[in-house]
C-alpha cells in the first residue's frame, strides 16, 4: 500500500519523536535503523531501543573512526542492548591509504567520490542487500545540509525505500537538551572522512 505522504507527515508533524518512531514499526514492513557513531548519536539509538531494542540497527564503519568514537559506540551499545549490525569496507584504512595515499582532498572531487562509494557507500549496499528494508528509520535534520532542507519526516528515497526521521524538525539545542536529560554519553572526536567539506552529503540520502 502506497503511503499519502502530504498527509502521513501532517499527521506526525506534532508528534513526538518517539510516537514517530513506533509509527514506523507499526508499518508491518522490513525495517532498519542507522548510525553513524558520531556526535549525538545516542539520541537515536535510546529512542530505537526504547521502543524495539531488536530492530537491526546498521552501523557503516568506515574504519577511519577515532578512538573516542569506538569506546563510546561500544558503551552505547552495551548500555541500550541496540542491535547494531557493523558494515565495513572491503579494504583496510590503512591498506588503503598506504596504496592510494591517504583520504582524498575536497579538491579532488572524482577521487573523493570514489572513495566515498568505497568506504561507505558499497558496505551500506550490502547492509540493504541483505535486510531489504522497506522503512529506514534515520537520524537527519531538517537544518543539516541544503539536501535535507527539501525533505521531511517521512520522504521516500530512489531505491523506494520509505525513510523516517523522527527528530527531522529538532534543533541543535533540542538534540543537546535530550542528550543532557538523559545523561547520554556522546564522542568528542568524531571523524566523518566522507565529509570533505561542511554541508556534504556522503551519498546515503541522495539516492536517486
Not at 4 to 11: A, G, H, M, Q, R
Not at 26 to 33: H, V
Not at 49 to 72: E, K, M
Not at 89 to 96: D, G, K, L, N
Request: proline letters at 4%; one cysteine or more; glycine letters at 6%.
Amino acid at each position: 500500500m502506497e503511503l499519502d505522504l502530504d498527509t502521513v507527515n501532517d499527521t506526525l508533524r506534532d508528534a513526538s519523536a518517539a510516537e514517530v518512531v513506533r509509527w514506523a514499526l507499526g508499518q508491518d514492513r522490513r525495517a532498519i535503523a542507522t548510525t553513524s557513531m558520531g556526535r549525538n548519536a545516542a539520541v537515536m539509538l535510546h529512542l530505537v531501543s526504547q521502543v524495539d531494542a531488536s530492530l537491526p540497527t546498521i552501523w557503516v564503519d568506515t574504519g577511519y573512526n577515532l578512538r573516542d568514537t569506538y569506546v563510546v559506540a561500544e558503551r552505547l551499545i552495551r548500555d541500550l542492548n541496540v542491535n547494531i549490525q557493523v558494515y565495513s569496507p572491503q579494504m583496510t584504512s590503512e591498506r588503503r591509504n598506504a596504496i592510494m595515499g591517504g583520504i582524498p582532498t575536497v579538491d579532488e572531487e572524482e577521487r573523493h567520490q570514489g572513495f566515498t562509494q568505497d568506504v561507505k557507500l558499497e558496505p551500506f549496499a550490502r547492509a540493504l542487500a541483505e535486510f531489504q528494508p522497506e522503512i529506514w528509520l534515520t537520524g537527519i535534520r531538517q537544518e543539516e545540509t541544503e539536501h535535507r532542507k527539501t525533505l521531511d519526516i517521512v520522504s521516500v528515497d530512489g531505491r523506494g525505500i520509505i525513510k523516517v526521521a523522527p527528530i527531522f524538525y529538532w534543533s541543535e539545542d533540542d538534540v543537546e537538551n535530550y542528550m543532557e536529560q538523559l545523561a547520554l554519553p556522546t564522542c568528542k572526536h568524531y571523524f566523518d572522512p566522507t565529509k570533505a567539506h561542511d554541508g556534504r552529503e556522503c551519498g546515503l540520502h541522495t539516492h536517486a
